[in-house]
Structure formats: structure tokens, C-alpha cells
């Protein structure tokens, strides 16, 4: 081959490799670069978390904010009775139904010392009220129950003496043996049965609930009446006067008899006096029966709490008269 011809060739070929190197090196026009998927960032609570991209043959997932996250409101367990409380409760209800009245209350207590229980919610009240239904039948009949006690009576004893002895009163003893409601002889040997403990009470202003304690064991409640106006003072005190068919002494100083009808005491007055650090000048302040039971549950009274004749007559029963040694029986009242 001619020499002149030969080396321009050689030069085109050389020119023509590395064009042909160049151009795979760069990528064509033609060629689709490879795809990059960009990596997902989300924020949470602590900082940002990288979520990796997902498979090619599958959308990426949708994400959601946990801030977006809606969460129910938690329920207080004190508004809804757990599963527990409600199987006490009918198996306390059941007892009661049978008479098993010792036992209902009971059942009714543990109930109140659950821990998710708060006084006064609606667990508490339906436990409460069983425990009401019970002792209501126990204190006013001679049904055995562990706070009753046996007194056999020896010669020259009298219903006085024997309700001092014993810290009770002559009518919690008839209302407790009905043997004596219609007859108060006793006789040698005769055997007598009282409730043996100590008395206490709470007043509940905003639930206008007067709670009975027996040896600090919820043992009765009953609906009462406070002051208008915020008028029922909150302290401690104790009840030291019990008077059957009250006269009202009026703050104007005029006396309304009993059976006038512009007395609003109703039936029975249990007098409070202060103690404890609160106010001595508290005075005049009582618990009292009413001719409007409609009123309790309300804010009514000049400040006293009232209660329906029925139920003060009952409590006045077994409130044991203050003096000698018997002490006398202390009463809260809370907001």
C-alpha cells in the first residue's frame, strides 16, 4: 500500500476508537439515566426518623403525621363502674334482696374501697345506698348484725340507766327491739339488744348528703337541706342539746312554739356547738326536721341543715344525749 495513504487511515481509525469511547463515557442522547428514588424524611416526636424509599414494584405508603392521630378521650374510671365494681355490686344487691343484710353491706363496702371508686360518683352512690337499704332495716329491727350487743337486764335496771351504760339512748333501744315500742316494763333476765359503737356524721354541702358513721364506717345517708346563700357554715362541731318538739327562738328574739305554724323546725333539734378551731361564734346553728320535705336537697334554711321529719327523728334515736360519760357526737360539715 501506498505509504500516503496508508498513515492518514491509520489517523482516521485512531479518531474514530476514541469519539466511539468518548461518547459511552458521557451517555448518549438516547439513554435513560438511571432513577433515583429521593429518601423520605418525616418528623415525630424526638426528631426526624429517615424512612427508606419502598421496593420499585410498589407505590410509596402514604404518611401521617402523628400529630394528625386523633386519640379518644380517656373515661375517668370513677364514672363508669369497672367489671369488678358491678359484680360486686349485684352480688351485693342479691344479698339484699334475700335479707342477707349484713352481707349486702359488706359486699358494698369493699365496693367503696376500690380504688378506682371516688366518693360521691355513681359507683360510690349505688354502693351506698345498698349500704343505706341494709342498716336501715338492721338499726330499726332486732335482726343480728356484729354492732349489736347483748344486755341482760338485772334487778332495779330502768331504760335510762341501761342506755347510759351502754352509750345509747332509750329510743334506740325501742326502735331496735320492738318489744319495747309498746311497752317499756322490763324484767329480770330480760334481754335487751343495742348497738355498740361510736357515732359520727359528715355533712356534704354540695351534695346535700348527711352521712351517719358508725366506728368510721359509712352506716347510713340521708338527704338534707343547707343554708341559701352559702348561709351553713363548714367546721367542725359537736352536738351537744337533743330536743323532741322544738320551739324556734327567732333571731328577732321572739319564740315560735311548736305546732305554730310559722315554726320551721319540724319534729326534732340537735344543737351544734363549735370545736376544734372553728369559729366560736358559730352559735345558734342546728340540725332540724322541716314541714317541707320537698325542700331537702335544696338551699333553703337560714343556715341550718334540715332534714325530713322522718329521717331526724331517726337519727335524733340513736344520737346518745350528751353528758356524763357519754361523749358527745361529732359532726363535720364540708363544702
Same mark, same amino acid.
Given at each position: 500500500?501506498?505509504?500516503?495513504?496508508?498513515?492518514?487511515?491509520?489517523? =482516521?481509525?485512531?479518531?474514530?476508537? =476514541?469519539?466511539?469511547?468518548?461518547?459511552?463515557?458521557?451517555?448518549?442522547?438516547?439513554?435513560?439515566?438511571?432513577?433515583? $428514588?429521593?429518601?423520605?424524611?418525616?418528623?415525630?416526636?424526638?426528631?426526624?426518623?429517615?424512612?427508606?424509599?419502598?421496593?420499585?414494584?410498589?407505590?410509596?405508603?402514604?404518611?401521617?403525621?402523628?400529630?394528625?392521630?386523633?386519640?379518644?378521650?380517656?373515661?375517668?374510671?370513677?364514672?363508669?363502674?369497672?367489671?369488678?365494681?358491678?359484680?360486686?355490686?349485684?352480688?351485693?344487691? &342479691?344479698?339484699?334482696?334475700?335479707?342477707?343484710?349484713?352481707?349486702?353491706?359488706?359486699?358494698?363496702?369493699?365496693?367503696?374501697?376500690?380504688?378506682?371508686?371516688?366518693?360521691?360518683?355513681? $359507683?360510690?352512690?349505688?354502693?351506698?345506698?345498698?349500704?343505706?337499704?341494709?342498716?336501715?332495716?338492721?338499726?330499726?329491727?332486732?335482726?343480728?348484725?356484729?354492732?349489736?350487743?347483748?344486755?341482760?337486764?338485772?334487778?332495779?335496771?330502768?331504760?335510762?340507766?341501761?342506755?347510759?351504760?351502754?352509750?345509747?339512748?332509750?329510743?334506740?333501744?325501742?326502735?331496735?327491739?320492738?318489744?319495747?315500742?309498746?311497752?317499756? #316494763?322490763?324484767?329480770?333476765?330480760?334481754?335487751?339488744?343495742?348497738?355498740?359503737?361510736?357515732?359520727?356524721?359528715?355533712?356534704?354541702?354540695?351534695?346535700?348528703?348527711?352521712?351517719?358513721?358508725?366506728?368510721?364506717? =359509712?352506716?347510713?345517708?340521708? $338527704?338534707?337541706?343547707?343554708?341559701?346563700?352559702?348561709?351553713?357554715?363548714?367546721?367542725?362541731?359537736?352536738?351537744?342539746?337533743?330536743? &323532741?318538739?322544738?320551739?324556734?327562738?327567732?333571731?328577732?328574739?321572739?319564740?315560735?312554739?311548736?305546732?305554730?305554724?310559722?315554726?320551721?323546725?319540724?319534729?326534732?333539734?340537735?344543737? =351544734?356547738?363549735?370545736?376544734?378551731?372553728?369559729?366560736?361564734?358559730?352559735?345558734?346553728?342546728?340540725?332540724?326536721?322541716?314541714?317541707?320535705? &320537698?325542700?331537702?336537697?335544696?338551699?333553703?334554711?337560714?343556715?341550718? #341543715?334540715?332534714?325530713?321529719? &322522718?329521717?331526724?327523728?331517726?337519727?335524733?334515736?340513736?344520737?346518745?344525749?350528751?353528758?356524763?360519760?357519754?361523749?358527745?357526737?361529732?359532726?363535720?360539715?364540708?363544702?
Amino acid at each position: 500500500m501506498n505509504p500516503y495513504f496508508k498513515y492518514p487511515l491509520i489517523g =482516521l481509525l485512531v479518531f474514530i476508537v =476514541l469519539v466511539v469511547l468518548v461518547v459511552r463515557g458521557c451517555g448518549g442522547k438516547n439513554e435513560a439515566p438511571e432513577p433515583v $428514588t429521593p429518601t423520605a424524611v418525616t418528623e415525630v416526636p424526638g426528631g426526624p426518623v429517615i424512612v427508606p424509599p419502598p421496593p420499585e414494584t410498589t407505590p410509596p405508603p402514604t404518611l401521617v403525621q402523628p400529630s394528625s392521630v386523633s386519640v379518644p378521650s380517656s373515661v375517668q374510671p370513677s364514672l363508669v363502674a369497672s367489671p369488678e365494681a358491678e359484680k360486686l355490686l349485684d352480688s351485693a344487691r &342479691e344479698q339484699l334482696n334475700r335479707g342477707m343484710l349484713e352481707a349486702a353491706r359488706q359486699i358494698a363496702r369493699n365496693v367503696l374501697r376500690l380504688p378506682e371508686v371516688v366518693e360521691f360518683d355513681k $359507683t360510690w352512690r349505688r354502693a351506698a345506698e345498698i349500704i343505706d337499704a341494709a342498716d336501715k332495716r338492721l338499726m330499726n329491727s332486732t335482726a343480728p348484725t356484729s354492732e349489736k350487743k347483748k344486755y341482760v337486764v338485772v334487778k332495779n335496771d330502768n331504760l335510762t340507766f341501761i342506755a347510759r351504760r351502754n352509750f345509747t339512748s332509750i329510743g334506740a333501744l325501742k326502735r331496735i327491739n320492738e318489744n319495747l315500742r309498746h311497752n317499756t #316494763v322490763i324484767r329480770p333476765s330480760q334481754t335487751i339488744m343495742f348497738i355498740a359503737g361510736k357515732w359520727s356524721i359528715r355533712v356534704s354541702k354540695q351534695h346535700f348528703l348527711l352521712m351517719l358513721y358508725l366506728n368510721d364506717e =359509712l352506716y347510713r345517708i340521708y $338527704t338534707v337541706g343547707i343554708g341559701r346563700d352559702n348561709r351553713t357554715p363548714a367546721g367542725t362541731f359537736l352536738i351537744t342539746g337533743l330536743t &323532741e318538739d322544738p320551739a324556734w327562738y327567732r333571731n328577732d328574739g321572739q319564740v315560735i312554739p311548736y305546732g305554730d305554724a310559722e315554726n320551721l323546725l319540724g319534729t326534732r333539734w340537735m344543737k =351544734l356547738t363549735p370545736t376544734e378551731g372553728t369559729d366560736p361564734t358559730l352559735e345558734g346553728y342546728g340540725i332540724h326536721g322541716t314541714w317541707e320535705p &320537698e325542700s331537702c336537697g335544696t338551699s333553703c334554711s337560714a343556715g341550718c #341543715v334540715r332534714m325530713r321529719n &322522718e329521717d331526724v327523728e331517726e337519727l335524733f334515736d340513736f344520737i346518745p344525749p350528751p353528758g356524763d360519760r357519754t361523749p358527745p357526737v361529732r359532726v363535720v360539715i364540708e363544702e
